[in-house]
T-cell receptor
Framework: GEDVEQSLFLSVREGDSSVINCTYT??????LYWYKQEPGAGLQLLTY?????DMKQDQRLTVLLNKKDKHLSLRIADTQTGDSAIYFC????????FGAGTRLTVKP | SQTIHQWPATLVQPVGSPLSLECTVE??????LYWYRQAAGRGLQLLFY??????ISSEVPQNLSASRPQDRQFILSSKKLLLSDSGFYLC???????????FGPGTRLTVT
């Protein structure tokens, strides 16, 4: 079956950039997403990118897509303590598949 | 604007007791509705999805069932809970020809 993989943990210092990586196997993915989950809460859609795009920028967030390598990344510039959360990568064609989530810890 | 509600937020139930978790969506009609379970260190597991009233698809065999008695209401149930049913349950909706899903706040279920 199709898989979405992410590393489980990332730790950065406040003010640094964070880069969260994701790989997927489904070559027919139409959209790719990043969700943020704060402790004890539901998932919040952060951003998404259509599969024919290479990059999307939204304020401090930059999404890069390498469709050939099936690699998606989320860069958070000037990371703040409020960015500490679990970040889920997801991809969809007809169904939606999620990675296991990357726990981002931001140290002051 | 659209909103999605889940209740209760937390629930502690003994093994063998019944379960009913409710999810409702406001501000949209005929949404696709989803129930997920989240386990620590693992991705979201899709349990059920529904494209309309009374239409339920089950992704994995399990001790749970789902129902959609109204267009914007989705219920997750069990007749007898197992310890392994403990987890964080998320309801989500999508619609308007769009793929992205929007999630509710979740229910933390602990089976003792």
């Amino acid at each position: 079956g199709e898989d979405v993989e992410q590393s489980l943990f990332l730790s950065v210092r406040e003010g640094d950039s964070s880069v969260i990586n994701c790989t997927y196997t489904d070559s027919s993915s139409t959209y790719l997403y990043w969700y943020k989950q704060e402790p004890g809460a539901g998932l919040q859609l952060l951003t998404y990118i259509f599969s024919n795009m290479d990059m999307k920028q939204d304020q401090r967030l930059t999404v890069l897509l390498n469709k050939k390598d099936k690699h998606l990344s989320l860069r958070i510039a000037d990371t703040q303590t409020g960015d500490s959360a679990i970040y889920f990568c997801a991809e969809s064609d007809n169904d939606m598949r999620f990675g296991a989530g990357t726990r981002l810890t931001v140290k002051p | 604007s659209q909103t999605i509600h889940q209740w209760p937020a937390t629930l502690v139930q003994p093994v063998g007791s019944p379960l009913s978790l409710e999810c409702t969506v406001e501000g949209t009609s005929n949404p696709n509705l989803y129930w997920y379970r989240q386990a620590a260190g693992r991705g979201l597991q899709l349990l059920f999805y529904s494209v309309g009233i009374g239409q339920i698809s089950s992704e994995v065999p399990q001790n749970l069932s789902a129902s959609r008695p109204q267009d914007r209401q989705f219920i997750l149930s069990s007749k007898k809970l197992l310890l392994s049913d403990s987890g964080f349950y998320l309801c989500a909706w999508s619609g308007g020809g769009s793929y992205e899903q929007y999630f509710g706040p979740g229910t933390r279920l602990t089976v003792t």
